[in-house]
């Protein structure tokens, strides 16, 4: 089968930045971006991107399913969004005080979500689930915080993955409880006694490495009347599936309303921005607390997030998003089958997990994702993928014919099931 | 007088738009940039800068000391920076993964920090100093953390100045001392015991409202030692000072060297970027704790930061800026003197700070900083302003006849001392 011994894709330049990169970076690259955690051959190192493409410093072009691990949400460098960042930037970003783009995208935000009364900007993903956290706090008056056991809300102190440099204070708030368990819910809502500030849920079950979870309208709507019962605040985290899912917000597909939401990645299709949305009972905690950062009311992210949902609402990217997954997914799943490898495919169809049956340590999916990076498709293999109005059918097939010789090369080395 | 009785600016745009965002965000406006701080007749919203003015909605320019709290260093729309983010931005900015710019300013940035053999990057300053405590306590397996009473290091729970929405564990481990005071920092220090991770330390006192103070030799070295001999890291918070006290970082003045420098505001001339060198001895620590955010490694913040150093090290920014800063205080005084009326003007002069004698309510303050608004000069009447590369003898000059008039009001109104 030459088709499926295709080289190793050069990487000459990626390699030598790598050497660099170790010498004045702890480990050359941290965080989720983090190449090492992806199967040998992945690229570390980006020159550029256009619409669903990327190419790595070596000049590969692949057509990316990470969309940047989220942010991409458009394409690179939609023409709309870059104008509308272009013509901020010729004005001005950060200046001593925000800009006419926030109150305008503050307006259409609020009147996008289905929740809100009112928004907050902030720059990281984890700014807005902190923020968010603060303001349910403050509200209350009460500090119990109930967490999903292994959901990604963050990477500060009080959520990072790893617990390293962190104390044992920093979480002494959090109560876990099981996504989409109702009954653990309820235990972790009664530890919390009296003390109950917020719950806080994902969008969707998105833990790396397991099977992802759609809400159930039953967990949902549990979530919303203990917070009802306690006073406390529904905190939504969109960061990872916010425009998506649903255009007024993820949870609208199980119809139970947040008090709080989290949103970052997407909303301004790759410029930097975060915010939080809330209710107007929330308001005026909200102007108690103190958070800021120097650069979150700079204009040109807000003209890009404003250009965003300008073009996300004109041409529904939630549909668009979710028909390409789903060929996506359709195409996959009969691949699977002819060639007699067992896949899990779950969660949104706009933001993918393929995961392999009997496949502990992701062998069979690092084999496949490695070869279908091989061949121009840049997967990832233990966490969700994202697709973007710039994938069209056409690069769906494409793509497609890549994972068709990457399960051949599955099967053939661990065998039909 | 009629020279002091100027008409009030015109401000029917940023009025319209106070009330557009009083709907959509708590208090109309939140965190560092809110102008219901500052006294009445300051705008809120700006439209547009250029070197070192600023317009405001309704179109009225202001020389500007502020420069967007920090990060305009090398003026506003600098052709070098704005052009290399220009460049970068046709590439692309929010990839997969980092850009060969990640390596480049990783490399710059390490080659010009006198104590930093590696660098991280983040978005906020916030971020920056809470990866810097994280760090510490990665590598020390320790908890306590000193810092100067009312030093501001951002405003996650950790640190934010306004404790609403945050929980007493969120500072569990914090132990104060008293900027510049060596017996405080000593009584600090045995107070954590076997414990401490981290002294941090502002590059100078800055805290709001009070006259700043540069860093006493004896209090840095004291510092200094205290890590060595616990074990534990000398954090400098470089986030208002840096790139304007010292090209090399801004204990090189007084010859003390940090472990770890935590950086933003200025590094990238107000594109979004943060950043934490550290020494060596802490490169594995760095390594294991875990922190991300969805842009920070995007690329055209950091091909501007790439330019921003390249400019300030052809053009000696931190000798211009404190030549400009001088040259304003040095007028100040004269005019002060010559008005009767008491001033205290303290910290770098590249950072400066005006504070009124007997005023305690910075009445006096806020009439000064008014009436130079009024003619065109944008000042804080409590909070340390900053100088750049884009003030020059004659925008000095001109600011100078503005406070000049500002301080025959505050003699008329409050009487010579």
Same sequence: chains 1, 2.
């Avoid at 970076?25 to 941290?30: A, K, N």
């Avoid at 899912?245 to 921005?273: C, F, Q």
């Avoid at 073009?311 to 996506?328: C, I, K, N, Y």
């Amino acid at each position: 089968m030459p088709s499926v011994a295709s080289p190793a894709l050069a990487n000459h330049q990626d390699a030598q930045l790598r050497q660099r990169a170790a010498r004045v970076v702890p480990g050359g690259m941290t965080g989720h971006l983090n190449a090492a955690a992806l199967p040998a051959g992945y690229p570390q190192f980006f020159e550029r991107g256009q619409g669903c493409r990327v190419w790595d410093v070596d000049g590969n072009a692949y057509i990316d399913f990470m969309c940047s691990w989220g942010p991409n949400l458009l394409g690179h460098h939609h023409p709309e969004v870059d104008a509308a960042a272009a013509r901020q930037q010729a004005l001005g970003d950060c200046l001593n005080g925000p800009t006419p783009r926030f109150v305008e995208l503050a307006e259409r935000f609020v009147a996008r979500s289905a929740h809100a009364d009112w928004v907050l900007f902030q720059k990281n993903g984890t700014d807005a689930t902190t923020v968010g956290v603060m303001v349910a706090r403050a509200a209350t008056g009460k500090r119990k915080v109930l967490v999903a056991t292994k959901a990604y809300h963050g990477a500060d102190p009080w959520c990072t993955p790893v617990p390293n440099g962190i104390t044992a204070e920093d979480r002494a708030h959090l109560i876990y409880y099981t996504y989409n368990d109702v009954a653990s819910l309820e235990a972790a809502a009664a530890a919390a006694g009296d003390d109950l500030a917020a719950i806080v849920c994902s969008a969707f079950k998105h833990d790396i490495g397991v099977d992802q979870e759609l809400p159930r309208p039953e967990f949902a709507r549990r979530a919303r009347a203990l917070c009802d019962k306690a006073g406390a605040a529904l905190i939504l985290d969109e960061v990872r599936a916010g425009y998506r899912m649903h255009a007024g917000g993820s949870w609208e597909t199980v119809g139970v309303r947040p008090d709080l939401s989290a949103w970052s990645k997407s909303i301004a299709n790759g410029y930097a921005l975060a915010a939080v949305t809330g209710v107007d009972a929330l308001r005026d905690a909200a102007t108690r607390i103190y958070t800021t950062g120097s650069f979150w009311s700079g204009g040109v992210a807000m003209a890009a997030g404003l250009a965003t949902l300008e073009v996300a609402e004109s041409t529904d990217v939630v549909a668009h998003v979710h028909r390409m997954g789903q060929r996506f997914r359709d195409g996959i799943a009969a691949q699977a089958t002819s060639h007699g490898v067992g896949v899990r495919q779950t969660g949104p169809a706009a933001l993918p997990l393929i995961l392999f049956d009997n496949d502990p340590g992701v062998d069979r999916g690092a084999v496949f994702a490695a070869e279908a990076l091989r061949r121009g498709v840049y997967l990832h293999p233990r966490h969700n993928m994202f697709l973007s109005l710039a994938h069209t059918e056409q690069d769906i097939d494409l793509a497609l014919q890549a994972t068709d010789a990457a399960f051949a090369l599955v099967a053939q080395r661990f065998g039909s099931h």
